[in-house]
């Protein structure tokens, strides 16, 4: 079974700096999928980025960025010029080419500080 | 607007009144699924459907039950709450991976419903 670990539980920036969130998995699988969701408090869960595994180059969405390394089953998220609207809950997830079930990590609280 | 819409968003109950949590989405998905989200738990999927009157279980089904009569419909009946169902869900939807390689199978979130058995 897939596995997703997040090893910080908080983490906290000051604004307009950049942070990094750490998410590792676990898969005997050679294609799949990776996505970080952020959770404000609001509740909902939005999708911030989206890594597909058969892809080499790392995904880009604005100021959210990944780091993907396939061998070390390591993908991490960085946020530049972090905002106040940054801070929420990150979540890590898993996906199989095959499947429709997301795996998630346990989550990030991330906290921008003025 | 494309969403998914759960009912209630929040929900005081007291163990053992059986309550249902209503999940409906109008981007014609075929795949629905109910996940909750526990501290330090990240979120679980409790139960999931491919399509209609197809279902199965997730990783944490017990105390739960779903149904899928309609495409758009999958709710989340709790028969016995009990304390330990305290948490918040997550209803979500997707087209199928089957037959669509190039599917991501990008997840919609409903808004949650924060669950509270006492």
């Known amino acids: 079974a897939q596995t997703v670990t997040q090893s910080q539980p908080e983490m906290s920036v000051q604004e307009a700096e950049t942070v990094t969130l750490s998410c590792t998995y676990d898969t005997s699988e050679n294609n799949y999928y990776l996505f970080w969701y952020k959770q404000p408090p609001s509740r909902q869960m939005i999708l911030v980025i989206r890594?597909?595994?058969?892809?080499?180059q790392n995904a880009t969405e604005n100021r959210f960025s990944v780091n993907f390394q396939k061998a070390a089953k390591s993908f991490s998220l960085k946020i530049s010029d972090s905002q106040l609207g940054d801070t929420a809950m990150y979540f890590c997830?898993?996906?199989?080419?095959?499947?429709?079930?997301?795996?998630f990590g346990a989550g990030t609280i991330l906290r921008v500080k003025s | 607007e494309a969403q998914v819409t759960q009912n209630p968003r929040y929900l005081i109950t007291v163990t053992g009144k059986k309550l249902t949590v209503t999940c409906s989405q109008n981007m014609n998905h075929e795949y629905m699924s109910w996940y909750r989200q526990d501290p330090g738990l990240g979120l679980r999927q409790i139960y999931y459907s491919m399509n209609v009157e197809v279902t199965d279980k997730g990783d944490v089904p017990e105390g739960y039950k779903v149904s899928r009569k309609e495409k758009r419909n999958f709710p989340l009946i709790l028969e016995s709450p009990s304390p330990n169902q305290t948490s918040l869900y997550f209803c979500?939807?997707?087209?199928?991976?089957?037959?669509?390689?190039?599917?991501?199978?990008?997840?919609?979130f409903g808004e949650g419903s924060r669950l509270t058995v006492l």
């Open positions: 890594q597909e595994a058969y892809k080499q």
């Open positions: 979500a939807s997707s087209l199928s991976y089957l037959g669509r390689y190039q599917n991501t199978g990008e997840l919609f």
């Open positions: 997830a898993f996906k199989m080419i095959y499947g429709n079930k997301l795996v």
